[in-house]
Each structure stands twice: as C-alpha cells, then as structure tokens.
C-alpha cells in the first residue's frame, strides 16, 4: 500500500533526488575523457573486429554526445524516482509482490539486461554498503513507516544504472554497446559513490532526519532477512570526501607509497612493528586502530545486537583459540557460506573469493571472539590486502585471481608470523610471482596465463590446510611456466638486439676509428707514410672490424695491434736487441696488415705501399733515416726526441687511450642536471614502463636492452614482440612529460606492507609530504 506524503516530505525527496543526479552527473564528466580513452584501449586490444567495432562506437559517444546522454539520464532518472515515491513505504519489495500470472519466455536481450544491472547494483550496493543502510533508514524515518528495502528505495544505485539503460535505449544505441557505456559508467563512479551517498546522510541528519545516528561507524544487524548488513566493511564514510576509501583509511592513489627497501625488518619482526602501530593508533583513537575489532574487550560495535552464545544479545563474547580459527576459516575457504551456517560467522552470506571478504570477516562475531592478537592479525592481513587491490601496477585478472588467495594467506599469517617480515616466504613469492606476471600482457597470450594461475590458485585453495609448502611447490609450477615463456621471448628478441647492436656500432665506427688514429699521429712523430696509411687506409680496416664485433673482440684488439706494430717497426732501432725483434715480427705483421686490407677489398693500396714501407725498415735497422723519401726534409730519427721516446716493450705494444671515459664523463654532467636523464641511465634490463600514446591508449613494455653505450633502449613486450626503440634523452623527455611511468621493481607484498605502515604508524614530526622510508624511483 502506499503512504501519504506531506508537502514537506515531498520537498526533502525531491531535494535528495536532485542532489544525488546532480553528484553523479558531475562525477561523470569528471571521468568522462578517461572512459574515453579506455574505450580506445580497449578497441587496439580487441580480439574480434565485433568488439572493436562495440569500443568505438562507445567511444564516438564519450567524444560527441556525452551532454546529451546525460541529460536524457536526468530526465529518465527524475521520471523514474518520482514514479517510484507514491510507492515507497509499501511493505514488500515491488519485485517481491509483482508476481506474474503465469510463467513465460524471457526475452534474452532483456535477461541480459537485468543481469548486468543485477551485478553492478549488487557491487554497488556493497562498496557503500554503510552509508545506504542509514540511508534506508533516514528516508523510513522521513516516511514514518517501519523500514524501505533497497528494491523500492529509488536512491539506491540500481536505479541509476536502470535510468542510464532507459537513456540510451531512447537514443537508439545499440544494445551491446549500451551495456558497455553503462559498465564505464559503473566504474568511473564506483570510486565516489559513497562518498556522494554519505553527502545525502549529511543532508538528511542536518535536515533534523535521526541526525544522532553516524555513519562512521557499523550498524546494527536488526533485519531480519540479513539485508543492509555488513556496514562498516565498505567504503568508510559520512564525512569521507569525495574518493571511496577502505575502512583504514588507504587512499585509492598508491603513487606515493613508500619502497619495501625502507621497511625495516631488522631486531624487532616486522609484525610486532605492525602491532604497536595499530596499537598506538587504536590508545590515540584513530580511525586505523578503532576498526580492528579485537581492540577492545567484549564484542566489537559491529556485534552489537548479534545474538552471541547464550542467546542474549551483546554478552561476553566466547573465546576462540588460533586453530578454531583457523578450522573456521578453512570451511569458509571451500566455498561461499550461507548466513546461519556456522557459528561465528555473522547474518550475511560471505564468499571465500569476494574482493571485501576479508573485511566482512572483521566484523563477524569470529574475530571478536578470537584473541586480540588474531584478531589484529585478521585486521593486518585485510589492510594488506586493501593496499594489494589498490595498487596500480596490479593488472585487473591477477586482481582477481589473488583475491580467491585471502583466506589461504590469513591462513598462513594466523599460523606463521614470519609472514609478515620474510621476503622469501612460499605465501608471499606466490603473490609476488602471480602480481609479476600479469604486467605487459596482450590480449592474446593472457588467456593461456589466466588459465595457468587459475589452476594453481585452485590447487592452493582445495589443498592448502596448514602446510605451506603447498605454496611453494604450486610457485615452482608458475616459474616453470614463466621460464619458458621467457625463453621464447628471449629467442624472439635476440635477432631484434643483433641488428640495434650492429646499426649502433656503424654509427659509432667511424668516429671511433678516427678517435684511435689521431691518438697515435698527435702522440707521436710519423713519417707520412705510416700517417697517411693509417688515415687513408688501415682507417676504414677499425670502421670495418668495430661495425661487425665492437671494441671488445679479439679482432678489434688484433687491429689496434697491428697499427701499434707498424709504428714501431718504422722506430730507430738503438740496439742488437730491437734489431732481432724486428726481423721476426716483420713477415707475419706485414702478412696480418696486408690480410686486413684484403677483407675491405683494399689490397691493390698494399704493393705501392710495401714498396716504400721497406725503405723505412732499412732506415730503422741502420738508424738512419734521413735520406728517405717518406721522411720530413732536414729530420734525423736518431735526434728526434719523439722517436726515441717512443720504445714498445718486448712483449706488447702500448694500449691505446679510449674517447669512452670522456664521453661517459660528459653525460655524467648532463644527467646531473636532468633528473628525468639520470633516472634513465640508472635503469636496468628487466624494468617494467608503462606509455601513454598521443591518443590516450596505455601500454605496458618492458626494458629488454640497452646498448653498449647508453644512446639506444629497446622495450618489449612479454613475448619479445611489439618492439620499440627510444633513445636516453627521448626516453627522459616521457618521463617529464608524463606520457611514461615506471612501474615498482619492488615485489608487490613489500608495497603492500610498506603501504600499511605509512598509513596507520604513528604522526611523525617530518615536513608535510616526508617519508619514513625512501619512495619509488618514478616518484
């Protein structure tokens, strides 16, 4: 039946009506350019030109008509809620009580239609599960009837997403592209949703609507079919802001969480750390240490009205060893337990793979009857795995995946505290591996990874009892896995590095060849001969060997050699001694120079050459060679200081000074002007970056080489393909613009569990926007 409704009552609906359209739509366009460039993303990554075809079509409507949606969205939204108030307060939900005469075919377009709507009104529901069950009450009070459901509240978010259906199904969008534009829209409000509902609650209460009752804290579990439940594990509330924050307190935006290098694990363990932070958080009363139900004695505030044993509601609660805990939490880890069905788990249903499990589990009447060290435990390990789901190099399906490990790894931290401080622990190098190994996935090759991390999930979860080993032997599958896909990547991408190595070194060549000549020339005094051969000829022999094998081969050694040894040989000789050394070295050095020539097709230079070459010979052999041709007029090599400077040693000739530490020098001093150039020279192989294109799309690479010499960064993706080369400086200039971004190279759990200490330790008396430890490298 319906209920009568003043004029005032009218004018409060209304003012809630408009405010929350007017919130949304606002949020909206605020997100409305970054669903466009998913769209996009999207579309390059498409499997089928079926779906590419669905993205772009999305994305010419963010692009052109994004005004005209959502005005059609108000208008459907308005209609829709004032169709809905002369209902409200009717007892039953309108579903419940409009029960057809007789059964029919669904329409599958329409099943489809009310399943996606189904689904987003149920992960909405749940995110700002707090601020609508004060919200269910707040509108029952202002109606003056004994409660609302959510089904005929027409604040709740169902009829949102219903209302953004309607609209565009009234501008003829078809409907697989409908049902894409009203997931984006979903996901692009998801995040400050409650804090919009939390601004209704402050509307309500300042209005004089139970304006005692606070929404910063868990409600009641008075309804009798379990509905509204669960308060307090969603997004935290009424005086949040405008940005869905868990109920410790992490922000969405985890650019600015600290290192794992700064954690310090040393003489007190790392969970004993965690234990006083949350500790002296919980005695200075702050939001961190008070939704840790095992703070304070006797049941936590989220148990009152929860019949405990005995049969009365709020008696002291029983206490629950660590293994009944854990027997608990293994029959809860084989799958999703119906409220009722064990004692300790609370009036709501609780899936062992929901994202939030961890946190209904800190509200359940279990962990207030634990001891206050596992239930501190519980709390630590949801805050972890908060900081896990909120971290941004987390791909979505590893998010999934790791999301079904919760109760597996409360497990193991309820069991073993080591878990916490060990960096090698089975449990976290799984998580680590299983996060690692979604980054720079393509749409092609992620199907045969999913499928291969979902069966080690499963394995750990049917198996894992109290053995941690289970994690390990289930990581050295995935690293089996991953090895050979990494050999594969690495076949495909040693053809790639052969030919970037090649190119580098025949741009450097030239340059390189004529650094070592003019080393010698200006060093020493030679005849013309030997200068212009070494310039005009033995020149393009170094060009020839650097291009093929670089400067670390043995045949650019041998080269370099050769030309040492022909100086030399044209030196006075000033004893028995150097006269016997060269006799033998002659015949094989002049076959080794003249072979040089051969490979450059330069041996018709060597005859004309050779014939004045032995001239210089003759001369060095009698100490005299001033009446050569070839040497400069008036010039004896006995008197010139040059010459007798200059004496190999028996052994070897002189090596060479190289341009390289000059060069390595010189872009020292740039980068340390250029934090960006810095950063990149400092990068190692392995690295993970993401780019940003000049259409918006994203995509993951990873650092597979860096040339010889710092000028050339080729990326690649997990299988060595989609290749891209950047040079330092234009590498640098991404990173300033922004249009690239490193990812952490510190393991997923360290980031989780630094993230944790720095949102619930301690004030400290550091400047604003310090840090106790050091921060990414891309910060």
Not at 761 to 769: H, L
């Amino acid at each position: 039946m319906a209920v009568d409704i003043s004029e005032d009552c009218a004018a409060m609906l209304a003012s809630c009506r408009d405010r929350l359209i007017d919130s949304v739509t606002a949020v909206f366009i605020q997100h409305a350019g970054r669903a466009n460039e998913e769209f996009m993303l999207m579309a390059d990554r498409a499997a089928n030109s079926e779906q590419q075809q669905i993205c772009f079509a999305a994305s010419q409507l963010f692009a052109s008509r994004p005004q005209h949606l959502l005005q059609r969205f108000r208008v459907a939204y308005c209609a829709h809620f004032d169709a809905s108030v002369p209902g409200l307060g009717g007892g039953r939900s309108r579903r419940q009580s409009a029960l057809p005469d007789e059964l029919s075919l669904v329409d599958p377009d329409e099943f489809e239609q009310d399943l996606a709507i189904s689904k987003l009104s149920a992960r909405a529901a749940f995110n700002c599960s707090q601020q609508l069950v004060a919200l269910d009450r707040r509108l029952a009070a202002l109606m003056r009837v004994q409660r609302i459901g959510q089904d005929d509240n027409p604040l709740h978010p169902g009829s949102l997403y219903k209302s953004m259906l309607a609209a565009l199904t009234e501008m003829d969008i078809e409907r697989p592209v409908a049902l894409a534009i009203l997931q984006s829209f979903e996901r692009q409000t998801a995040a400050e949703l409650p804090g919009v509902y939390a601004g209704l609650n402050r509307f309500l209460a300042q209005s004089g609507i139970l304006p005692t009752m606070s929404t910063d804290t868990p409600q009641e579990f008075t309804r009798p079919d379990g509905g509204g439940g669960g308060g307090g594990y969603g997004a935290s509330s009424a005086g949040g802001g405008g940005s869905a924050q868990s109920s410790v307190g992490f922000s969405s935006n985890y650019a600015q969480a600290p290192s794992g290098d700064g954690l310090q694990t040393g003489g007190e363990d790392l969970f004993s750390q965690l234990l006083q932070v949350l500790k002296s958080a919980a005695s200075m009363g702050s939001p961190a240490g008070a939704s840790a139900p095992g703070y304070a004695p006797g049941p936590s505030p989220s148990m009152q009205g929860v019949a405990m044993p005995g049969g009365m509601p709020g008696a002291p609660a029983q206490s629950m060893g660590v293994q009944q805990l854990v027997d608990a939490l293994g029959t809860l880890q084989r799958g999703p337990m119906e409220p009722g069905a064990m004692a300790g788990m609370g009036p709501n249903r609780l899936d062992p793979q929901g994202f939030n499990v961890l946190q209904q589990i800190r509200s359940t009447p279990m962990a207030s009857w634990s001891h206050p060290t596992d239930a501190m435990t519980i709390d630590i390990v949801s805050m972890l795995f908060d900081a896990i789901f909120n971290d941004p190099d987390l791909s979505s399906t590893m998010r999934a995946e790791i999301a079904k490990l919760q109760i597996p790894v409360l497990k193991v931290a309820l069991l073993d505290k080591s878990f916490f401080s060990d960096r090698k622990h089975p449990a976290r190098r799984l998580l680590d591996a299983i996060a690692n190994s979604g980054i720079g996935r393509s749409d092609h090759d992620e199907p045969r990874l999913v499928a291969k991390i979902a069966s080690i999930v499963e394995s750990v979860v049917k198996g894992f009892d109290s053995d941690v080993q289970i994690f390990a032997s289930q990581l050295q599958k995935l690293e089996e896995f991953l090895s050979d896909e990494e050999v594969r990547a690495r076949d495909k991408a040693t053809q790639m590095v052969g030919q970037l190595e090649v190119r580098e070194r025949k741009e450097i060549a030239p340059a390189r060849a004529t650094s070592e000549i003019e080393t010698r020339i200006n060093r020493r005094n030679l005849p013309p001969l030997i200068a212009d051969f070494l310039t005009l000829h033995w020149r393009l022999v170094l060009i020839e060997v650097f291009a093929r094998a670089g400067d670390s081969s043995g045949d650019w050694s041998e080269a370099l050699r050769l030309m040492d040894e022909l100086i030399w040989s044209v030196q006075p000789k000033q004893g028995s001694q150097d006269r016997d050394r060269l006799l033998v070295l002659l015949p094989d050095m002049l076959k080794r120079l003249r072979s040089g020539l051969a490979r450059i097709d330069q041996e018709g230079s060597w005859d004309a050459f050779f014939t004045e070459l032995i001239r210089l010979h003759m001369a060095a052999m009698h100490k005299d060679a001033s009446s050569d041709p070839a040497m400069p007029s008036g010039q004896s090599p006995i008197k010139s200081a040059e010459w007798s400077e200059v004496r190999l040693p028996p052994s070897a000739a002189p090596a060479s000074p190289s341009p390289e530490p000059e060069r390595r020098s010189t872009e020292a001093g740039v980068a340390e002007s250029d934090p960006q150039l810095k950063l990149v020279q400092a990068l190692e192989v392995g690295a993970w970056v993401e780019f940003q294109s000049f259409r918006g799309t994203r995509n993951t690479l990873r650092l597979n080489w860096v040339s010889e010499f710092k000028r050339v960064y080729l990326f690649t993706n997990r299988q060595g393909e989609n290749a891209m080369t950047l040079a330092a400086t234009s590498f640098a200039e991404h990173l300033r613009k922004g249009t690239a971004r490193l990812l952490s190279q510190n393991p997923l759990t360290d980031r989780a569990v630094a993230h944790v200490l720095e949102k619930v330790g301690p004030p400290s008396d550091e400047p604003k926007g310090g840090s106790r430890s050091p921060g990414y490298a891309w910060e």
